[in-house]
């Protein structure tokens, strides 16, 4: 053994008002996806469908309910 710590893998959740195009939404599914690269699990949730712009693939998507 190396003796080196092995980093503990994060669960992280993007909460989502609309999946209408804007650089935030682009920045924040750019996050995701370098998280999920470095092998944490991310998940875009949001009470609307999945943006059709965007093809997920690893980085998970979940509709929620709309509470409004």
Not at 48 to 60: I, K, L, N, S, T
């Amino acid at each position: 053994s190396s003796g080196r710590v092995r980093p503990s893998r994060m669960r992280i959740a993007y909460l989502l008002e609309s999946g209408e195009f804007f650089g935030g939404v682009k920045v924040m599914i750019m996050q995701a996806e370098a998280l999920v690269r470095r092998g944490h699990r991310a998940t875009i949730v949001s009470p609307r469908p999945a943006p059709d712009w965007y093809e997920f693939g690893r980085v998970a998507f979940e509709q929620s309910e709309d509470k409004r």
